[in-house]
């Protein structure tokens, strides 16, 4: 079945213009134009949702690129493609490890806040916080600098 890029961009939760950008990077090689006018078909989705999955989790186009280069290759560039798709993954594993880090930072306010409404005041958990911090970030850096 064949589709217009309106009718891709609705599927896939994209915009035209994100889907034209792709094309006019290289990035769409086996779309074809009739009439001058973008037409996908069944089998694009599968590589449309690859640069999605990739451009969602960050990847810079300059390493999109060269996936699709490798990929339009074949074979001989396995090895390439499998090196990009692991450093990515590394990526994805950094950026939730950061993720994480903040989330603790968004519960913590959370709690702080719930609390503070409970008890009318931000008083009484501000001197608790003082004296014994409870988030990792509100403690005081145990190898102070030196002042000069």
Do not use: H
């Amino acid at each position: 079945m064949s589709y217009s890029i309106k009718q891709v961009a609705d599927m896939m939760g994209a915009t035209t213009s994100t889907l034209r950008y792709y094309d006019q990077e290289g990035l769409l090689p086996n779309v074809t134009r009739i009439n001058g006018r973008r037409v996908f078909e069944d089998i694009d989705f599968k590589w449309l949702r690859v640069l999605n999955c990739l451009k969602k989790t960050n990847m810079p186009i300059k390493k999109i690129k060269e996936y699709c280069i490798l990929a339009q290759k074949g074979d001989s560039t396995l090895e390439k493609r499998y090196d990009l798709i692991k450093e990515q993954k590394q990526n994805i594993l950094s950026q939730i490890e950061q993720l994480k880090y903040y989330l603790k930072e968004v519960e913590y306010k959370e709690w702080y806040y719930e609390t503070a409404i409970k008890e009318g005041t931000e008083k009484n958990i501000l001197a608790k916080m003082i004296d014994n911090p409870t988030f990792e970030n509100d403690k005081i850096p145990k190898n102070k600098p030196k002042r000069r």
